[in-house]
Nanobody
Framework: QVQLVESGGGLVQPGGSLRLSCTTS????????IGWFRQAPGKEREGVSC????????DYTDSVQSRFTIPRDNAKNTVYLQMNSLKPEDTAVYYC???????????????????WGQGTQVTVSS
């Protein structure tokens, strides 16, 4: 069983930065791929980024490419979402998710993941 806790959300002005944290408990990050998702009011949950714990490969949705990164600290059982050059359209509740896998892959599809955190609100507004 894996428990996930997100933190780091808040209010930021357009062009600003935030770093979200996803800390796991109950199981180490070994062999768990982690994904970050977001859901804005009235919209479907969208895959933002993911990282594979086996080889560190990452993936990003087009709208955040070159603005967001997904560093990982296995010693702290934490995966981050570093968000730079934030835009109002980035406003959403952000969730992290985990799936145990021995394959060198991760996905941006929500259904692929088995465990979810409770979410953290990110608001980008002036």
């Amino acid at each position: 069983q894996v428990q996930l806790v997100e933190s780091g959300g808040g209010l930021v002005q357009p062009g600003g930065s935030l770093r979200l944290s996803c800390t796991t408990s109950g199981s180490a990050l070994d062999h768990h791929s982690i994904g970050w998702f977001r859901q804005a009011p009235g919209k479907e949950r969208e895959g933002v980024s993911c990282i594979n714990s086996n080889d560190g490969n990452t993936d990003y949705t087009d709208s955040v490419q070159s603005r967001f990164t997904i560093p990982r600290d296995n010693a702290k059982n934490t995966v981050y979402l570093q968000m730079n050059s934030l835009k109002p359209e980035d406003t959403a509740v952000y969730y992290c998710a985990a799936r145990f896998t021995v394959q060198a892959m991760c996905q941006l599809r929500a259904r692929w993941y088995d465990y979810w955190g409770q979410g953290t609100q990110v608001t980008v507004s002036s």
